[in-house]
């Protein structure tokens, strides 16, 4: 099988080692990888904040990157989100809609894609430390997927997963909310950093790393130790091959 | 107050309330509290999509077919000898009410709880009339009008805000009472003053959980009993309703009872489920005139057009107990008389962009709010929709102005931009970075932090480090790339 990285905007700029986590765990799975040089970014900034027409040619340029694509698997359940709304967004453009509903049922959250698609739980990682686990509200409540992140961090050898509380509660990145809507933002923020803190966790985990880059830039802003992990770190940790589960389909084929 | 509860801006608003930290302890707290109740009490029904769904389709299809349930609700309540009136705008709501009060020379008015009398300023008018009492009976709206009408900041817990010692005081003040905080002793005291009133009222002002079409009965779901005084002690009695909320038969007033109580207030049912109207000749209660004033005030301007599911909504305020930005800003944060997510997509619509265009904005999409409705309103989308509306159609400007819009929707894509970007992020931030108090393990591995950005990154960095990118040669793209030229595969 031959997954086309989305790697999404945020970690081709900012997070390299996330990018390249998800490559050596879906390599390791037995999948090829591929990395479709023309993509960018879904189109959330614009689409979110009212410019829709701006944000179409974000929308057509993702759709012709991974055209041809047998399967794509994002970094962030965010972006893969919005991946699957194309459809609705494009419905009323012949040539793209058709193109865009091919893209929404053949993208992926990257844990999404290891549990459900090639039925893994365990691929083999450890980490020998308490963690706790954020869950971002679009891979939640707009991807549907409540799941898979949990099963695959409850088979990491050595990793003890402590509650979050108020789990359910947004962080308050909200992508451009975060930059126009300060003032609440930072309210909504400091309380998920204290939810996190008193969690005693060492490191904070998620599958959104807008989501992580707004909870561990205020942590750093007030000087809180802690480890921030993509779960695809966590998932290329240590890895034991021998422990690792086969993949429930034929990836090689 | 109307509809519009503030006239300061959002900014000074948002202000306000992050100083009031009492009123963000008690809605979180309150909001913790629900979620359990809530989720408890929906569990109970046993598929719970399945009844969104129900709810959703009951309400899609009357709000599609609304004018005709209106005529059959209006010829219904007329059979029985009541009059309706349809007020385009809350003006003539208000109107209504004062003819009535003027030609039946009312003395006493008691008023149950009703979003819409505070949406159309119906206190305000009654307190200009000579000779006119007026008490709220419903506790919470009578601790709001004691605090010298105090705006709700709930659409269900209207003085949510507020602790039981600041009750207290109050009441001391305003009441002469004695007694200490707990809740029972100030119901006590609330009761007593209240039922005298009840007594000698001659007007009772009710809203509307429900208008019943086909038999011209309303349906109000209250849990202090205060509303069925208020419908059968006066003789007059008028209720006001938004235009939206009717139902077809009992059948699916049933269904969204069970719906509503459960995202209210997470009971199976409220305490009282009364479905009343005009007194019935063999009946020993209730109104001998009774009036209903059915409003407009803008709700048609959502008809045929992306907002009508807003009308769908039965105002069971749980969006607001779900939503992140509520919970830190309370309901006066809005500055409309409808806060929370509901209250962002309804304000709008119903007073316009030019007053009420911030509060869009003021969300982080989270989606809860989309989760929890129990009528299945798309509110996150439709949060979207109107900034589309104000940016694309009216070309009014948020935050960022239309030209850093176009520069990111240029950004994200062009492929060259986008990877000159990638290219040119690490040297363009030097001046910005600092390397030093790192205590954020794996996230400022590429020379540091950013902490006081300029433009659009200030927003940003007020609140919180922004990582500096790594180098063009580091970054995720560059890796791929090499590794593949190495045949590292």
Redesign the interface.
């Given at each position: 099988m031959k997954v086309s990285?989305f790697?999404t905007?945020v970690?081709?700029?900012?997070?390299?080692?996330?990018?390249?986590a998800m490559?050596e765990v879906l390599?390791r799975c037995g999948c090829e990888t591929e990395?479709p040089?023309?993509?960018?970014?879904c189109?959330q900034?614009?689409?979110?904040?009212?410019?829709?027409?701006?944000?179409i040619?974000?929308i057509?340029?993702q759709i012709d990157a991974f055209e041809g694509a047998e399967v794509v698997v994002g970094s962030a359940g965010s972006c893969v989100a919005m991946l699957r709304e194309y459809p609705e967004i494009m419905k009323d453009d012949p040539i793209y809609y058709p193109k865009a509903v091919e893209l929404a049922n053949k993208t992926y959250e990257f844990s999404q894609f290891l549990y459900r698609v090639l039925g893994l739980k365990n691929v083999g990682a450890s980490l020998d430390a308490k963690a706790t686990y954020h869950r971002s509200?679009?891979m939640t409540?707009?991807l549907d997927e409540r799941e898979a992140p949990f099963v695959m961090l409850d088979h990491v050898k050595g990793l003890e997963m402590v509650p979050l509380p108020?789990i359910?509660?947004?962080c308050?990145?909200?992508?451009?909310?975060?930059?126009?809507?300060?003032?609440?933002?930072?309210?909504?923020?400091t309380?998920k950093m204290n939810d996190v803190v008193d969690t005693g966790a060492e490191i904070l985990i998620s599958a959104d790393m807008g989501c992580?880059?707004?909870i561990?830039?205020?942590?750093?802003?007030e000087?809180?130790?802690?480890?921030?992990?993509h779960i695809a770190?966590v998932l290329n940790n240590q890895v034991d091959l021998a422990r690792m589960d086969t993949p429930k389909i034929n990836v090689k084929g | 107050m109307g509809l519009k509860t503030s006239e300061k801006p959002l900014l000074e608003r948002l202000k306000d309330s992050e100083k009031d930290v009492f009123m963000q302890k008690a809605v979180a707290k309150a909001q913790d509290a629900q979620w359990e109740k809530r989720e408890g009490a929906r569990d109970e029904l046993g598929n719970w999509e399945q009844w969104r769904e129900l709810g959703e389709q009951i309400r899609q299809h009357t709000i599609a077919y609304l004018p005709d349930y209106l005529e059959q609700f209006s010829d219904n309540v007329a059979k029985q000898g009541g009059k309706v009136f349809f007020a385009q705008t809350a003006q003539e709501a208000q109107d209504y009410v004062k003819r009535l009060i003027i030609e039946k020379q009312i003395k006493k008015v008691v008023k149950s709880k009703s979003m819409v009398t505070t949406e159309v300023d119906i206190d305000p008018m009654l307190l200009d009339l000579e000779g006119v009492n007026v008490m709220e009976t419903d506790l919470a709206e009578f601790i709001l009008q004691m605090d010298d009408w105090d705006e709700p900041s709930h659409i269900v817990f209207p003085s949510i805000h507020k602790n039981r010692e600041q009750i207290r005081q109050v009441f001391e003040k305003k009441l002469g009472y004695k007694g200490d905080n707990e809740p029972v002793n100030l119901a006590r005291c609330a009761r007593e003053v209240m039922r005298k009133f009840f007594l000698e009222a001659d007007m009772g002002i009710t809203g509307c959980n429900f208008a019943v079409a086909d038999s011209g009965i309303i349906n109000l779901d209250t849990n202090e009993g205060n509303a069925d005084l208020t419908i059968s002690v006066p003789k007059t009695q008028v209720v006001l309703m938004g235009m939206e909320r009717i139902v077809p038969t009992m059948k699916e007033a049933e269904v969204l009872d069970n719906l509503l109580a459960r995202s209210a207030v997470g009971q199976t049912l409220t305490t009282y489920v009364t479905f009343a109207g005009k007194k019935a000749e063999d009946e020993s209660d209730g109104p001998e005139d009774f009036h209903v004033v059915i409003l407009d005030n803008g709700r048609s301007n959502a008809l045929g057009t992306a907002f009508q599911s807003v009308l769908q909504c039965i105002r069971c305020g749980s969006c607001l107990n779900v939503c992140p930005v509520y919970r830190h800003i309370g309901g006066h944060g809005y500055g409309s008389i409808y806060p929370g997510p509901i209250g962002a997509v309804l304000s709008p619509v119903l007073g316009g962009y030019k007053q009420f265009g911030e509060l869009p904005y003021a969300s982080s999409l989270c989606g809860a709010c989309t989760e929890t409705c129990p009528v299945k309103i798309p509110l996150h989308e439709l949060l979207i929709e109107h900034r589309r509306v104000m940016t694309n159609e009216l070309g009014m400007q948020h935050g960022f102005d239309d030209f850093q819009m176009k520069v990111i929707g240029k950004g994200t894509s062009t492929p060259w931009m986008f990877k000159s970007a990638m290219t040119f992020a690490h040297a363009g931030s030097a001046p910005l970075s600092k390397k030093k108090n790192i205590s954020v393990e794996n996230m400022y591995d590429y020379g540091g932090y950013i902490d006081k950005g300029p433009g659009m990154v200030k927003g940003w960095t007020d609140v919180r480090d922004l990582p500096r990118p790594p180098k063009g040669s580091e970054n995720f793209r560059s890796w791929y790339k090499n590794r593949q030229k190495a045949g590292d595969k």
């Open positions: 990285i790697s905007c970690v081709d700029l900012m997070f390299p080692d996330v990018g390249k490559v390599e990395f040089d023309k993509q960018v970014c189109g900034p614009t689409y979110n904040s009212g410019y829709v027409d701006e944000s040619p974000a057509r340029n509200c679009h409540r707009l108020h359910e509660n947004c308050g990145f909200g992508g451009t909310f975060s930059v126009k809507m300060p003032e609440i933002s930072e309210q909504m923020v309380e992580l880059m707004n561990g830039g205020k942590l750093n802003r000087g809180k130790k802690i480890k921030i992990m770190e | -």
